[in-house]
């Protein structure tokens, strides 16, 4: 089994920044690609963020230039450095993992974390 664990979510005002870390443990072959997504009250669960294994990445249109997505794979870790906050970015965060367990099928399996809450105030 997979546990990845998110931290970093808090309580911000307008315009502030926030850093978010989500590190990746258990059963670990390879991680392919890593990602954030968040979910606001009422809201459907979104990317904001996604990182392939070499480092390509893919940003949702509201966050271009004020969120960076990085990782560090000797780590199995993800992070989301979130600039110029917004109130409406206040939601659940929440990181995944494409993940092969063992080499011996090559299966990817994604797996998600409980989600960190970040809480934008105006």
């Known amino acids: 089994q997979v546990q990845l664990v998110e931290s970093g979510g808090a309580l911000v005002q307008a315009g502030g920044s926030l850093r978010l870390s989500c590190a990746a443990s258990?059963?670990?072959?390879?991680?392919?690609?890593m990602g954030w997504y968040r979910q606001a009250p009422g809201k459907q669960r979104e990317l904001v963020a996604a990182?392939?294994?070499?480092?390509?990445?893919n940003y949702a249109d509201s966050v271009k230039g004020r969120f960076t997505i990085s990782r560090d794979n000797a780590k199995n870790t993800v992070y989301l450095q979130m600039n110029s906050l917004k109130p409406e970015e206040t939601a659940v965060y929440y990181c995944?993992?494409?993940?092969?367990?063992?080499?011996?099928?090559?299966?990817?399996?994604?797996?998600w974390g409980q989600g960190t809450r970040v809480t934008v105030s105006s």
């Open positions: 990182i392939t294994s070499a480092g390509s990445t």
């Open positions: 258990g059963s670990i072959f390879q991680i392919n690609a």
């Open positions: 995944n993992a494409d993940v092969i367990t063992t080499q011996t099928t090559g299966l990817v399996y994604r797996f």
